[in-house]
């Protein structure tokens, strides 16, 4: 007796009932397929007929799967990959003509460092291409694994069970200050730093790592205010005696646009890599493939191999 799903007309139904699966959003699915959302409804509408279960029921939380579904997703799963390895049906990624939709998990510091550049370059070489920034997350492994997320850029030392990554360059610690400010010269001490009023951001995923370095060295700051993202540092640093530390690239980005100066951070904060993180399901997937590439393009300092699946 032969399987259901091995008896489905057309291979693309057996692709939308893969996708579905992972996104939970006929939207999503559309915009991955390069297709409208009226003809993946349609479609959809052969999938329940041909195997007699609605599949996918809409819900608060997105079409979840019914139990149907999930007995089946395993099977189909294995039929697209086998169709991959033998027949290579997925059409090669043409940059000048996709329309595809990529989502990007990034912290809010990248989106004023690493996405106006990233953005360029895909309008250049990709202009019907979108692009989506998401937050950078404790959901973001899982994002990756379900294609929800194409690929996470930042520092994210959790994520790790078949996630590749690749290092695009390194971060120290730097202050940035008024360049009139009354007290601080060229250069920044320690005894200066501890004696002056701060501003504490606490966003970023390498803030732990300037908290554990302060309480490692023993050194207390007087804040007086508290950020819970980079919005509005710099008018603020520009227009007060306030001294914000924070990591390099965004430091010196802040400094550029907002006329600020940049110090050597006095306190020996370690430093971190950032990353361009995407799921093994994906690593050879031709659209994914292009963006990783431009991300290195765009921001590698040098060129260390990929770290395979932590």
């Given at each position: 007796?032969?399987h259901p799903?091995?008896?489905?007309p057309e291979?693309k ?7 579905l699966?992972r ?6 699915a ?5 297709q409208?959302?009226?003809t993946?409804?349609?479609w959809?509408g052969?999938?329940r007929?041909?195997?007699g279960?609605?599949?996918f029921?809409?819900?608060?939380g997105?079409m979840?799967?019914?139990?149907r579904?999930?007995?089946l997703?395993g ?6 990959e086998?169709?991959?390895?033998l027949s290579?049906?997925?059409?090669e ?12 998990c990034m912290t809010?510091?990248s989106h ?7 953005l360029a370059r895909v309008?250049?070489q990709?202009?019907h ?8 997350d404790?959901h ?12 996470a850029v930042?520092?994210?030392p959790w994520?790790a069970s078949?996630i590749?990554?690749q290092v695009?360059f390194?971060?120290?610690?730097v202050c940035l200050?008024n360049?009139?400010?009354p007290?601080?010269?060229?250069t920044l001490s320690l005894?200066?730093y501890?004696a ?5 951001v606490?966003?970023?995923t390498?803030h ?10 023993r050194v207390?700051r007087q804040?007086?205010?508290e950020?819970p993202?980079?919005l509005?540092?710099g008018?603020?640093v520009s227009?007060t ?9 965004i ?6 646009m907002a006329?600020?100066?940049?110090r050597n951070?006095p ?9 361009q993180h ?5 690593h050879q997937d031709?659209?994914n493939r292009?963006?990783r590439?431009l991300m ?8 260390p191999g990929?770290?395979g699946k932590?």
């Open positions: 007796m032969s799903l091995n008896d489905l291979l139904l057996l692709q939308l009932f893969d996708v699966h996104t939970r959003s006929v939207s999503r559309a915009e991955q397929m390069g409208s959302q009226p993946i409804s349609i959809l052969k999938l007929q041909h195997l279960d609605p599949l029921v809409r819900t608060p997105g979840q799967p019914t139990p579904a999930e007995a997703i099977q189909c799963r294995e039929i697209l086998s169709m991959r390895r290579a049906w997925e059409p990624f043409t940059p000048a003509t996709a329309q595809r939709h990529f989502r990007i809010d510091a004023a460092t690493l996405l106006p550049r990233l309008r250049e990709a202009p291409v979108r692009l989506e920034a998401a937050r950078i404790g973001t492994a899982e994002a990756l694994a379900s294609g929800e997320a194409d690929l930042g520092h994210a994520l078949g590749y990554q695009l390194q971060q120290d610690w200050v360049p009139k400010h007290r601080v010269g060229k005894k200066r501890q002056e009023a701060h501003i504490d606490a966003a970023g390498g732990q790592l300037l908290e554990a370095a302060l309480q490692q060295h207390e804040v007086l205010l950020l993202g980079f509005g540092l008018p603020i227009s005696d306030l001294i914000a530390t924070l990591p390099r690239h430091g010196e980005t802040l400094a550029e006329q600020l100066s940049v951070c306190v020996p904060v370690p430093g971190f890599d950032v990353k995407w799921h093994a399901r994906y031709a659209g292009w963006l590439g290195a393009d765009l921001f590698m300092s040098r060129r990929v770290r932590a």
